[in-house]
């Protein structure tokens, strides 16, 4: 994968912490940043799937009545295979 560069500030209470947080992991500051972005960005996509799955159960039975029966078993269905990844 390509590389770019990225030049930011920060204060140096939180580059020092960078580096000691680094360095106790034994990584680089860049290789260091790189995963705290890449972690931030799954718990994003992680939030946006239990909020759907919470929003899924809180309407459930409103979709079953617009929707029909059939497609609230099969919505659950699909909520219990999503449960067990």
Do not use: C, P, W
């Amino acid at each position: 994968m390509a590389k770019t560069q990225l030049n930011v500030r920060v204060d140096e209470g939180t580059a020092q912490v960078a580096r000691e947080r680094a360095t106790a992991r034994g990584m680089s500051v860049n290789r260091y940043i790189e995963e705290l972005v890449r972690q931030d960005a799954g718990e994003i996509g992680h939030t946006f799937v239990e909020a759907a799955g919470d929003f899924m159960k809180q309407y459930e039975a409103l979709f079953a009545e617009e929707f029909g029966a059939e497609r609230e078993g099969g919505a659950r269905e699909a909520a219990t295979r999503e449960g067990r990844r």
